[in-house]
């Protein structure tokens, strides 16, 4: 199928996303779409380019669709929130295969039809580099209540769910090998071309009074803990307990076995888009019963700084911007 | 001043855009912002690329920051809305002036401040290309109403508000002859890097009950009014009677005084972002009186196409998208 003009776009885009006028008023074709908002909104805008966030040496038309939604998508599960609806920027370049855009849709729409997502709008332009901009925004769930970062008092526990580290050794081995990784290291590969947002676990964690707050891991953990900490009025640092992480086979196996080796990964990661998050101790019990997968990670502190086993951590973590 | 890390871009953003609270409840810094909405938003977004919508040749980095927020505004006008806040895409190659930056905030903090809007959000990439990508939401004025397009009813007036054809115009000579264009085209030159989003006037508009429908024309009369007919349930053409239309000097000058000539580009026009509209012709009068710039431009018709001295229109406007 080739693409020649903008209607040959709208004609694909309406049948991958059908209207859903449930979640807006006034969907795609006019100046603006049109949302009836009961409350407050969440929203969140992201970038997902080729060759600063993708290579489609190893990302399949269906990985790249599906995972531009899917990072925007996790920082709405950062906010407990339910998603609701998106646009959709897409730069286009002249030479792609005839099936790369329907393939694209296809990835896209499937991860949108699993939270009933409305494509509400959106803007197409020809472009010398493949890339996307999304923006996303959901409504608080059942709970009413918003999760933002931080607000977390010394004392409080600090918890991750997902698997940090992860994403960052797929990416390292789809680098060196390309697709071939996959047979090696499936589950880490899965992790960078296809991460999971936890949107279920973003809302149990807003309806438990005793979370204080959240955040998606989207740089690793070395950069978003200080973020986190940023909003917290008086807890200014942390004090890491790796002591219950769960390593994964291809992690120790990566790192020769050396569990300190393999922790290091999960503190540096990048594009885990797991959870961080903080609640009071008497609830980490609850928490972790209701979220199997949520891990204890250490305790927040007056002291500043990040340390494990009192010595200070390294805090340089995924930068997709620096040079 | 050298940009080299995310940090110093956010210190720079905070400098130009501060926030304000009274437009979204959370702003930057979390993994969304928050939007407390009244009751309807309406929602854009709109990609701005080097050398697809604008050139470095002769768009200066203050053109470039205020018209990528202006075009969007413009989706806003077309509403007859408020614009509230709006999320930034950068895409940030590395080889560019040290003073890129800082200008380009500049150009687009001082449209931002005229209308009171917030930069609630946002991301930021390394790219080969430099561009934006911009969404922007606002809310229904005092009227409590919000313009669509079409609406409208066989026998409806059609008017616009702007001087459509003179951004093609300057387009072209910014083209042929560089900044130095500036000299002999200077309105029409201006209209293509520094168009004025038509926000009173979208909002006056609203507030008259005898308008139908509206929306901003960025790709010419040619390809715009097409789109607004499609929205109409049963007035399927139109004919047009440019007899009042006003004729800027430059357009004339350019069309070696042939009227003929000069229509035709108002006509097939691009990037106008004026507004484009229909109401019952018993409400023109009023419409007239209170925008002076607004236009009338012809008749609704149950006949579909559009016809001009009963002479149907060539179609074609202007397409970024096509090869």
Chains 1, 2 share one sequence.
Not at 4 to 33: M, Q, T
Not at 161 to 168: F, Q
């Amino acid at each position: 199928m080739t693409l020649r003009s903008e209607d040959d776009f709208l004609r694909l885009i309406d049948h991958y996303f059908p209207e859903k006028p449930d979640n807006v008023v006034l969907g795609r074709g006019d100046d603006c779409c049109i949302i009836q908002a009961r409350s407050t909104l969440c929203l969140s805008t992201d970038l997902f380019l080729e060759d600063i966030h993708f290579r489609r040496a190893y990302f399949s038309p269906e990985d790249i669709g599906y995972k531009a939604l899917a990072v925007n998508v996790s920082d709405i599960a950062g906010m407990g929130a339910v998603p609701r609806a998106f646009t959709l920027e897409l730069m286009i370049p002249e030479k792609l295969p005839d099936d790369f855009w329907p393939r694209f849709f296809q990835g896209m729409s499937q991860l949108a039809q699993t939270y009933e997502l409305t494509l509400a709008g959106g803007d197409l332009s020809r472009s010398a580099q493949l890339g996307i901009g999304l923006t996303i925004w959901g409504e608080p769930g059942e709970s009413g209540r918003l999760l933002t970062r931080g607000n977390a008092d010394p004392g409080d526990a600090l918890f991750v769910i997902g698997n940090p580290g992860m994403a960052r050794l797929g990416l390292n081995m789809l680098e060196q090998k390309g697709t071939a990784a996959l047979e090696h290291w499936p589950r880490s590969v899965a992790a960078h071309l296809h991460p999971t947002p936890r949107v279920t676990e973003g809302q149990i964690l807003s309806g438990l009074a005793g979370v204080r707050g959240c955040m998606d891991i989207s740089d690793g953990l070395a950069r978003d803990l200080p973020r986190f900490l940023r909003h917290c009025p008086q807890a200014h640092g942390a004090d890491l307990d790796f002591g219950t992480v769960n390593l994964d086979p291809e992690l120790l196996c990566w790192a020769e076995g050396s569990r300190r080796e393999a922790l290091r990964s999960v503190w540096l990661g990048g594009e885990d888009y797991g959870l961080l998050g903080a609640c009071d101790t008497k609830s980490l019990p609850t928490l972790c019963a209701a979220i199997p997968e949520a891990t204890y990670i250490g305790t927040l502190s007056a002291t500043p700084g990040i340390r494990h086993n009192n010595a200070p951590m390294e805090s340089r973590g995924f930068d997709h911007f620096e040079q």
